[in-house]
């Protein structure tokens, strides 16, 4: 199957912070990527799908302002968290479509996800 | 609203026995299925994917559709306890690919 990587997995960081996560597509170029959040024993919350070179879609409840995704290119998207506080922190998870061949549509495949903790 | 509903388990079988997992949608335009294995604390990794009415076979995994009952399925043979996770279903809605989860099945197998 394809391969997404996230970088870092982990990050630790301090109120009022601004963190930068980066979701890459390894072996497939991928014109949208997807930007999930998963907080302990629940399911995983799209936050905002990313297309290439335009802006992206955000759920609604997602602000924005706070969570900064660019989609620079066909096989890099990043999240930065603004400002983060003790609640955002989360799991955060990327994840990218490819074409799959002899099917209907697209398959998307998942970053191994960042642990995101704010003191 | 579109939804993805499942059983959340947890479903507990024993070890060499089929599990069962099943899963209901309410978009009848929906075109792809997928099913995710995740374990606590990882991410979501992708098992199976199916697109036709019927079975899908991938070793001892079995997908099955039927779309006129909106309903999706994921049989595991041979059970192994390293197969104990939480599975998700997931529907593709929309051209973008978006896919919608439902909350997922515990699956625990006993040695």
């Known amino acids: 199957g394809a391969v997404v990587s996230q970088h870092p997995s982990r990050v630790i960081c301090k109120s009022g912070t601004s963190v930068k996560i980066e979701c890459r597509s390894l072996?497939?170029?991928?014109?949208?990527m997807f930007w999930y959040r998963q907080f302990p024993k629940q399911s995983l919350m799209l936050m905002a799908t990313?297309?290439?070179?335009?802006?992206?879609?955000?759920e609604q409840g997602v602000e924005k302002d706070k969570f900064l995704i660019n989609h620079a290119s066909l096989t890099l998207s990043t999240l930065t968290v603004t400002s983060a506080h003790p609640e955002d922190s989360s799991f955060y998870i990327c994840?990218?479509?490819?074409?799959?061949?002899?099917?209907?549509?697209?398959?998307?495949?998942f970053g191994p996800g960042t642990r995101l903790t704010v003191l | 609203q579109k939804e993805v509903e499942q059983n959340s388990g947890p479903l507990s079988v024993p070890e060499g026995a089929i599990a069962s997992l099943n899963c209901t949608y309410s978009?009848?335009?929906?075109?792809?299925f997928f099913w995710y294995r995740q374990y606590s604390g990882k991410s979501p990794e992708l098992i199976m994917f199916?697109?036709?009415?019927g079975d899908k076979e991938d070793g001892r995994f079995t997908a099955q559709l039927n779309k006129a009952s909106q309903y999706v399925s994921l049989l595991i043979r041979d059970s192994q306890p390293s197969d104990s996770a939480t599975y998700l279903c997931?529907?593709?809605?929309?051209?973008?690919?978006?896919?919608?989860f439902g909350k997922g099945t515990k699956l625990s197998v006993k040695p």
């Open positions: 994840s990218a479509n490819t074409r799959t061949s002899g099917g209907a549509g697209d398959t998307q495949y």
């Open positions: 072996d497939f170029q991928a014109t949208t």
């Open positions: 990313s297309n290439e070179g335009s802006k992206a879609t955000y």
């Open positions: 978009d009848r335009g929906s075109q792809s």
């Open positions: 199916i697109y036709s009415n």
């Open positions: 997931a529907v593709t809605l929309g051209s973008q690919g978006n896919l919608i």
